[in-house]
């Protein structure tokens, strides 16, 4: 029995995995984008040409930070559940660091945040880190991450 619930449990991840990898890779470009303008437009002191430039950065970013991302997890997913030393929502919570590049070369000063924020983040100067997967545009990436625990939970209990 309790192989087969092993089996069950490794399917549910794989599953939570494979909709993380996909949903993260499809909405996280955009994600860095409308970042980077949420702050261009908070800030509102941005020359014409320099926020042209800081969007066109962000494009790129978007990129970057997706393939990192994604590497990143894809590397987490290939390690055996009792190995996994991290989260999918760890893992994502980096991505503030290519929007916040493109918004320090654009010269935008850092937004207040509050102290929690500040110590869990020091780098995160623009208050970017997602809550939540659901945060990066899509409401239905949101219970992946419950799922993935859920299964990798189911995994380690059958292992018992």
């Known amino acids: 029995m309790t192989g087969a619930e092993e089996q ?6 794989q599953e939570a995995s494979d909709a ?14 409308r970042s980077v303008r949420r702050i261009l437009d908070a800030w509102g002191r941005t020359p014409p040409d320099a926020r042209e430039h800081a969007e066109r950065a962000a494009a ?4 970057a930070a997706t393939t990192r991302v994604v590497g990143e997890l894809r590397a987490l997913f290939a390690l055996d559940p009792e190995a996994q030393r991290s989260t999918p929502l760890e893992i994502v919570r980096g991505a ?10 654009a010269g935008i000063p850092p937004v207040e945040r509050d102290e929690f924020g500040e110590r869990a983040w020091p780098d995160d100067t623009y208050d970017l880190v997602v809550h939540g997967l659901g945060d990066l545009g ?7 991450q419950m799922v993935w625990g859920l299964a990798k939970a189911k995994v380690l209990r059958a292992r018992r």
């Open 8 to 13: 069950r449990g490794l399917a549910l991840l």
């Open 138 to 144: 899509d409401d239905d990436l949101a219970p992946l």
């Open 60 to 63: 790129d970013a978007g990129r």
């Open 20 to 33: 993380i990898v996909a949903g993260v890779e499809r909405e996280l470009p955009g994600w860095v984008e």
């Open 96 to 105: 503030y660091r290519e929007p916040t590049e493109v918004l320090a070369a």
